[in-house]
């Protein structure tokens, strides 16, 4: 976020390429970015976190968003959330514009369509993995069984213990658990292997790129580690606040296959 | 599942929530315990007073006769007369005490309570005492009670143990102000009793006025209505607020709600303060959290109910046990007390509106407070809420900028900071000390005043060592031989009714003759000479009628038509005893006769004198000062209650501070560590911090309990005029105390330095 200011003038130089829309989505458009910024306004001093963006993402995509610190990629995942709001533009969730909703819609628009797994997973402490995946039994109808969840990312065994009680690897573990026990159609990770050694990594990723090939679910990451665009279907280079390419992948590797 | 958040929040943080949950707790508990004694004692006497018909007003003069009874009757609003002839007198028996004798025909009005034998009758031979003087005197149905009215015996088969509502409070003349029920009795008995029964001459008239017609403005209507069908200027009419026995009731009652609140709002305001910085940092240390639950798609409205219900479920716990405890406990505690000193029947504690509208508030309020608290974290989007807080903005204060903070120490320069940049958090620490060193002042304080009242009263003014008093039937003569034996002074003591354009109140004209065992000290407690050739009235009187020095008053003597007007010559203060004094001559001036009712002398009297018919009692100094001491339990109590709270808050406030201000610094002193600080150093620089703050609260606190002090001293009652005192012990124990519980409040603390892990303390901020 801080390094702004001083590469302000390079935004012209960003190259786009194959932007085409047909060629690569394999279902229908899930989110639009039209015209996209997010400006920040610091007593005299403004500068842009995201300008101009314009993307598309297709239902059921694996997408990885990769860029250096400061591009504009958290910004570009919290638009995305409903957890911040742009300054100018569109964004088109399966048609209908997020930028017009209220502070309630935009929660419930949250609520009910979003996952999001945190680098540093944002678990409740003095909740236990299973109560942090029942929570969201409070805030949607439909989710899936809590102890299901835990089952489903390995770990049924450690359903009560609580977050300080566990491994990195478990906790994030947790997180996507929570995540995707709400059966969003969007499931938004920032550096969701940032915190996390590289064995633990690759098994975080693998059941990312799982939750996006068998079950269809929409995965977007955001991550600064090149080596995981092999693994996204589509990626998204973001430089100094615009998007700098959108390449589609036309046979991603196997997140096991990964190294870094 | 945020309710099992919540729970275990709670447990995490519990010494904080269990400060909360103790001012909380303490402030309803005062108050409710107050109220609902001070409401319960009301509504007994209320209820009292309308079951046995108390009187709405009361004529007194001489000479009433059944002519006056229908006179008053025909006055619109009047329902019922009675009348009444009250004499005083002693029960030689039980140890010669002043008894208020009662002869009457009918009992409509001021009817008796009947405990024990039979009720009261007109025409029936007999006599009905008044339960505690019976009770402690071991006086038993069927037992002859006799009775000495001047020289006359009158003998009695006691029929009944009874109280009167119109004596829930009565004093004899030698009680100074504290009434002593096994000393001071009742006496009830038909007029048919009494000696010379055809010629008897009733000096009371007591009018009963129609239900519905009681408040104030209908009864003075009605009151002078009477004056003028009276129209005599020898009687005195006067309601229930001019009664000695309810006035002093009511403003007990008074006195003891509007101490409650006081408590109350020291407490509450604190437990408030405590709810502001506990809430503010519990939800600022979850703000992580927060952003997480709002990322994950919980409402505003959700988060928002979860953190407020912190705040309510701690505030509610502690405001309803307390409220409970409170009434459960307080008003059998004071009532207790109440008993020696009022005789209202069934004394017991009452819940009003009032206790559940203020538990109610004082939980909605704390619930505002937890919201207003965390309201801060919630009104950023969800984006910006995840990421750590923005550094604080700081400026530097005028006095960084200065070069005298160049000559200060590291440790100086690092609290002022903190202080300056924790502005929130020291206010509440001085404000916590400042409370603990306020009551422990005032508590002090209140003996302190009651000591300087008793050493004023028999050191300072009344320097003779033994008062003899002389009973009605003993003569000039007697009285002057007395006086010439024991070498001592003649005074004279007698009630006077006071008249301004602003008031009219009863009180005491005290006329001296030659000697010096009487002295007066003018407003600022100096000794002064009394006027020669004019009244001296004292302070408060001069305050309760609005006039002062050189303004003009006009009084009466009690029983007396003729009325003076008389210039202020002079204005004193007398803790006990409030009117008027001056010199024989003056008095004699007036044209009236002077008739010494008491002897004051320094030689030590034959005790066999207060047999003698002409004397009613001989008071030793010792004797008047242990029954005045005894009799100020009630005060007593009070200033345990404030030492005890005192204390409380102390501990409670500055603890769940030193959590605060300990968790905050954590990283700050792991810092200082790591940089080679050892602990004791660091140690010493935290304690620095806390006297500064200590000392600051001790002196703002010294300045409030002397305020508090002076205005308990100055609304204690009527009649007693009380200075606040504070002496240099008081002073001493208060600093020293509060001190001692800052300090070793805060050695707890500091002490922790030490158990901080460098590395887990430094480890990343999430």
């Given at each position: ?38 400006k ?27 860029g ?67 929570l ?82 929409t ?42 | ?57 009361w ?42 004798v ?25 006599v ?11 006086i ?50 038909s ?36 004056e ?61 959290q ?55 029947p ?72 903190d ?63 007395l ?20 008031a ?51 009084w009466?003597?009690?029983g ?45 009297v ?43 808050l102390?501990?409670v ?10 968790v ?25 911090q ?76 999430e």
């Amino acid at each position: 976020m801080f390094g702004k200011k001083k590469e302000q003038s390079e935004a012209e130089d960003l190259e786009i390429i194959d932007l085409d829309e047909e060629s690569g989505g394999a279902g229908k458009v899930l989110i639009e970015f039209k015209d996209v910024c997010k400006k920040y306004v610091q007593g005299e001093h403004e500068f842009y976190a995201l300008k101009d963006a314009n993307l598309t993402i297709n239902e059921g995509e694996m997408v990885v968003i990769l860029g250096p610190s400061g591009a504009g990629k958290s910004t570009l995942l919290n638009l995305l959330g409903g957890m911040d709001s742009a300054s100018s533009g569109h964004i088109l969730f399966d048609g209908d514009d997020l930028t017009e909703y209220t502070d309630n819609r935009l929660t419930k628009y949250r609520a009910e369509n979003v996952g999001v797994v945190f680098q540093f997973y944002n678990l409740i402490p003095t909740l236990t993995a299973y109560e942090n995946v029942a929570l969201m039994k409070d805030i949607k109808n439909g989710t899936s069984d809590p102890a299901e969840a835990l089952a489903d990312v390995g770990l049924a065994d450690h359903m009560h213990q609580f977050p300080s009680q566990m491994s990195g690897g478990e906790q994030q573990r947790t997180s996507i658990a929570r995540a995707i026990a709400k059966n969003p159609r969007l499931l938004l990770c920032d550096e969701p292997t940032g915190a996390l050694d590289t064995e633990t990594g690759r098994d975080v990723l693998k059941l990312l790129q799982d939750m996006s090939r068998k079950k269809k679910r929409t995965v977007v990451m955001v991550t600064h580690n090149s080596f995981f665009a092999d693994i996204a279907d589509t990626v998204i280079r973001v430089k100094n606040g615009g998007i700098q390419s959108v390449v589609h992948n036309d046979e991603p590797k196997d997140a096991s296959e990964v190294t870094w | 599942m945020l309710f099992r958040k919540m729970r275990r929040d709670l447990m995490k943080n519990k010494t904080q929530f269990i400060s909360i949950f103790l001012m909380s707790f303490l402030g309803m508990l005062v108050f409710v315990g107050m109220d609902s004694e001070s409401a319960g004692a009301g509504a007994a006497a209320a209820a009292y007073y309308k079951q046995y018909n108390l009187c709405d007003i009361w004529i007194a003069g001489a000479g009433f006769s059944d002519d006056d009874i229908r006179t008053a009757k025909k006055v619109s609003g009047v329902t019922d007369v009675e009348k009444r002839l009250v004499l005083t007198g002693t029960a030689e028996k039980y140890d010669n005490a002043y008894m208020y004798v009662n002869f009457m025909d009918t009992n409509r009005i001021n009817s008796l309570m009947l405990y024990d034998g039979v009720p009261y009758e007109a025409e029936a031979d007999g006599v009905w005492l008044e339960e505690w003087f019976a009770r402690t005197n071991g006086i038993k149905i069927g037992d002859t009670f006799t009775v000495k009215i001047d020289s006359t015996k009158i003998d009695a088969t006691v029929k009944g143990i009874v109280d009167a509502p119109d004596y829930v409070y009565f004093v004899s003349e030698s009680d100074v102000m504290y009434p002593n029920y096994k000393k001071t009795g009742l006496a009830f008995m038909s007029s048919s009793m009494f000696p010379d029964s055809a010629h008897i001459v009733y000096n009371q008239l007591l009018v009963d006025v129609r239900d519905g017609l009681d408040d104030d403005a209908h009864i003075s209507s009605i009151k002078e209505k009477l004056e003028k069908a009276f129209d005599r200027e020898d009687i005195a009419v006067t309601d229930r607020n001019q009664n000695l026995s309810y006035a002093t009731f009511d403003a007990e009652v008074k006195q003891h709600s509007a101490m409650g609140i006081m408590f109350a709002v020291v407490f509450l305001a604190i437990a408030l303060l405590g709810i502001v910085t506990t809430m503010a940092r519990v939800t600022a240390g979850q703000r992580t959290q927060i952003g997480t639950m709002k990322a994950l798609g919980f409402s505003k409205t959700t988060i928002t109910l979860h953190y407020i219900s912190y705040g309510f479920v701690i505030s509610a716990m502690g405001c309803i046990t307390g409220a409970w405890v409170g009434y459960a406990t307080m008003p059998p505690w004071i009532l207790g007390m109440f008993t020696g000193s009022y005789l209202v029947p069934d004394l017991k504690g009452k819940i009003t509106t009032l206790d559940i509208t203020a538990t109610l508030i004082a939980i909605a309020v704390a619930t505002l407070v937890s919201f207003l608290s965390c309201r801060k974290e919630l009104k950023d989007p969800p984006a910006i809420t995840l990421k750590p807080p923005a550094p604080k903005k700081i400026r530097h204060s005028g006095l960084e900028k200065s070069r005298l903070w160049l000559c200060l120490d590291f440790a100086t320069q690092w609290n002022i900071r903190d202080v300056l940049r924790n502005k929130m958090r020291s206010l509440m620490g001085i404000l916590g000390v400042m409370g603990c060193a306020m009551l422990l002042i005032c508590g002090f304080g209140c003996f302190d005043s009651i000591n300087g009242l008793m050493g004023k009263m028999y050191g300072e003014l009344m320097t003779a060592s033994n008062k003899i008093l002389l009973s009605a039937d003993a003569g000039s003569g007697y009285a002057y031989d007395l006086s010439e034996k024991y070498r001592g002074q003649l005074i004279m003591e007698t009630s006077v009714e006071f008249v301004s354009e602003k008031a009219k109140k009863s009180g005491t004209a005290t006329i001296i003759d030659k000697g010096n065992f009487v002295h007066i000290q003018d407003r600022d407690l100096n000794p002064v000479k009394l006027d020669k050739g004019g009244i001296a009235m004292t302070n408060k009187m001069a305050t309760l009628l609005e006039l002062d020095e050189g303004d003009f008053v006009k009084w009466h003597l009690v029983g007396d038509d003729k009325w003076q007007y008389t210039r202020i010559a002079q204005i004193y203060r007398d803790p006990s005893i409030q009117g008027i004094t001056m010199y024989r001559s003056v008095f004699e001036d007036m044209e009236y006769k002077f008739r010494p009712t008491a002897v004051l002398t320094n030689m030590s009297v034959d005790p066999s004198l207060s047999d003698a018919d002409e004397v009613s009692t001989v008071m030793n100094v010792a004797d008047m000062k242990a029954s005045f001491a005894e009799t100020m339990e009630m005060m007593n109590a009070m200033v345990y209650i404030m030492v005890v709270a005192a204390v409380l808050l102390g501990v409670v406030v500055l603890y769940n501070l030193g959590v605060l201000s300990f968790v905050e610094k954590t990283r700050e002193v792991a810092t200082l560590k790591v940089l080679g600080f050892n602990s004791g150093r660091i140690r010493n620089i935290l304690q620095k911090q806390n006297i500064w703050l200590t000392v600051i609260g001790i002196a703002v606190g010294l300045y409030a309990g002397w305020a508090m002090l002076y205005v308990i001293c100055t609304t204690v009652s009527e009649t007693l005029d009380m200075y606040p005192i504070i002496s240099g012990p008081t002073y001493a124990y208060s600093i020293l105390g509060t001190f001692l519980v800052s300090v070793s409040v805060n050695f707890m603390f500091s002490g922790k330095v030490r158990t901080i892990d460098m590395v887990d303390a430094l480890k990343g901020v999430e």
